[in-house]
């Protein structure tokens, strides 16, 4: 493994492990010290305030056709072809008018009537796989519940088995370790090209099945999109079915997580939605506020700019540093304390404007059903470690595992 710059010039020391198992007295020290700030080592200008972050996602001079990764040597770039290839064609990574075209042919899958359909299936999803585990006393809440129920959702959705949700884990995290990569590492990069073109074969089976017998699900209403509207090529359907899976689960996977792990250290906040779970809409959105999932997302400028006096060229990256904004004093009172019913709430934890989440409205519905009903059917659940192991990722925010213990 060799480091793509010096680490020394990580003066926040950003990559600490410490700093991934609670970054957020770091943020506030970088937001008060320099809320602009370039980090030579990870190749890019942080941006930490909130109205920052929220302005740098809706300017039409920031790109989203950003490379996932900075600094590839030529031969790593060729080596990694087919990943880079198939990364262009995810709307997240794409700009008008190429992402409208996209946007607008998935949007039809995301209707708030087609969300709102499915809870009845996600709750008896959750019940079941409750049921399974409820003799126990111990489990490990991400192994067992968190990860199984947005990846068998959205694997149901796709039009995928759902008893293959144990393979797209594997294939997800060999992805989220390239996103979080932060120095080169050849093992990484071989793994997410392996893992995407298995992902994209495993999609073509299911496209191509789907040609001879449609059914109820997104790729067959994605052949029929293309057949009436001749706009949409197999690259891209395939490219955006990896895509949705990737994102589909692994960071519900985290809000789910997450969220209880922030209950469990504030037990009155516990105590009050057990009482009240109607307060869950609002719980649920203080979760994705208070520890979100996506932590940072990057851009690239399109044109030398100048943000709140810094002086940014053409080309250079930034780091939209969501986790930071959303901790923002001057936007939120009392920022580092979780309040479920908090009521003014404009988290940027989907993001904002042209790329806000697309599955928004899922990921709420599934964290919400969730965490309820954990909540309600798990007695006197507490955290059964006092070492829990965080993901150094900085851009996808989770745990390892988290084991938990419950009993009646
Ligand atoms: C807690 C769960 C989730 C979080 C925190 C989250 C977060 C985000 C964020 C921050 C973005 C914007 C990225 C940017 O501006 O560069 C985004 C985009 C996106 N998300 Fe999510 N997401 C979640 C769940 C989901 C789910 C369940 C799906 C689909 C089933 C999904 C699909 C997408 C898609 C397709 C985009 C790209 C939209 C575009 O480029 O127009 N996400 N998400």
Known sequence: ??????????????????????????YRRILQQEPVYWNDFLGGWYLMRYQDVA??????????????????????????????ESLSKWMLFCDPPEHTRLRTLFNKAFTPNI?????????????????????????????????????????????ANSEDYEQFKKWSSDLAKFFGLFRMDTEILTNAKKSLLEM??????????????????????????????????????????????FAGHETTTNLIANGLLALLANPSQMQ?????????????????????????QARITLTDL???????????????????????????????????????????AFGKGTHFCLGASLARLEAQIAINTIVQRLPNLRLDTDQIEWYENPSLRGMKSMP?????
Request: with cysteine; charged share 20%; glycine share 2%.
């Open 306 to 348: 100048e943000i709140n006096g810094q002086q940014i060229r053409t080309g250079q990256r930034l780091f939209l540093v969501i986790g930071a904004a959303n901790r923002d004093p001057e936007q939120f009172f009392n920022p580092d304390k979780l309040d479920i019913t908090r009521s003014q709430n404009p988290h940027l």
């Open 200 to 245: 994209k074969q495993y999609f073509q089976f299911i496209l191509a099945q789907r040609r001879c017998q449609s059914q109820d699900d997104l790729i067959s209403s994605l052949i029929f999109a293309q057949e009436k509207e001749n706009s949409l090529s197999d690259e891209e359907i395939l490219s955006n079915c990896v895509f949705l899976t």
């Open 404 to 408: 938990v213990a419950f009993n009646f």
């Open 55 to 84: 302005s740098a996602m809706q300017d039409k001079r920031i790109s989203a056709k950003r490379a996932p990764i900075s600094k590839l040597s030529q031969l790593e770039q060729q080596n990694v072809f087919p990943l880079l």
């Open 272 to 296: 009050k939605l057990k009482n009240d779970p109607s307060l869950i809409t609002t719980a649920v959105e203080e979760f994705l506020r208070y520890d979100s999932p996506v932590q940072r």
């Open 1 to 26: 493994m060799t480091s793509l710059t010096n680490p020394e010039k990580d003066r926040y020391n950003l990559t600490a492990p410490e700093v991934f198992a609670n970054p957020y007295p770091t």
């Open 115 to 159: 969300i709102g359909s499915m809870a009845p299936s996600i709750h008896s999803l959750v019940d079941q796989l409750i049921d399974s585990i409820y003799e126990r006393g111990n489990i490990d809440i991400i192994h067992d519940l968190a990860y199984p129920i947005p990846a068998i959702v959205i694997a149901q959705m796709l039009g």
